[in-house]
């Protein structure tokens, strides 16, 4: 479902943040990018995500070249594809609620279904309470809820997650990485990048250690 074949990645001519990463990540797997910072691990999301672009290599997502994707196919390519950024990238002029109707309205999904989504997605992450509240009225472990949120409510079949935990206590942690792991079990594929390296181990999921851009294990 995603490969990366020989894949490297530097940044404006000088900054190599990958370098000649190859992996495969099958359909209903889940998949944990461990490293320290500046590993490449939001370089390998953004690049699944076709925020960035390959240098050398090449990555196919669900039988689809990335480098290929004309401007106007993008958002096609991402309907599938639910991402949480690192740093939220939250609409921040716009309330929780419609934070998710702005990404299920660009689905052309309608009224009854899209009130009846976010509401359960919503109540699910324990966030229905902040429904009208704008970011800026949130924690940012609220906000990074949100972000979860937002990313789930389209029932996508990828999920790409960064640091999905970076900013919420262990007791949040734990109910995130539930949700993730639920999910999981019901077939979407979960690729999460994370410090935690104890995670893998906990969930007894394959990862992928990189260190200044190469893989270094899995
Ligand atoms: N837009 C950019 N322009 C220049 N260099 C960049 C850019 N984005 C990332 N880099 C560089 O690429 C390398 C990998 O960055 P990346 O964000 O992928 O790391 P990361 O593993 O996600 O780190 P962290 O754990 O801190 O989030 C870093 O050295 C970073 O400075
Ligand atoms: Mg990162």
Request: hydrophobic share 40%; net charge positive; glycine share 6%.
């Amino acid at each position: 479902m995603i490969e990366f074949d020989n894949v490297s990645k530097t940044y404006q001519n000088k900054w190599t943040a990958l370098n000649n990463v190859s992996f495969t990540v099958e359909r209903g797997e889940f998949l944990f990018i461990t490293g320290p910072t500046g590993a490449g691990k939001t370089t390998i999301l953004k690049i699944i995500y076709a925020e960035e672009l390959p240098t050398a290599g090449k990555v196919i997502v669900n039988n689809k070249n990335i480098a290929t994707i004309k401007k106007k196919e993008i958002s096609l390519y991402r309907r599938n594809i639910g991402i949480i950024f690192q740093d939220f990238k939250l609409l921040y002029d716009r309330t929780v609620y419609e934070n998710l109707e702005f990404v299920l309205k660009a689905i052309n999904m309608k009224g009854n279904e899209i009130r009846e989504k976010i509401m359960r997605i919503l109540t699910r992450l324990g966030l229905m309470h902040k429904k009208d509240c704008y970011p800026y009225q949130l924690s940012g472990g609220e906000q990074q809820k949100v972000a979860i949120a937002r990313a789930l409510v389209k029932d996508p079949e990828i999920i790409l997650a960064d640091e999905p935990t970076g900013n919420i206590d262990e007791e949040a942690s734990k109910e995130i990485i539930n949700i993730f792991k639920e999910i999981n079990l019901m077939g979407t594929t979960v690729v999460m990048a994370t410090h935690h390296s104890e995670l893998p181990q906990l969930l007894k999921k394959r990862r992928l250690h990189i260190v200044q851009g190469k893989i270094v294990d899995g």
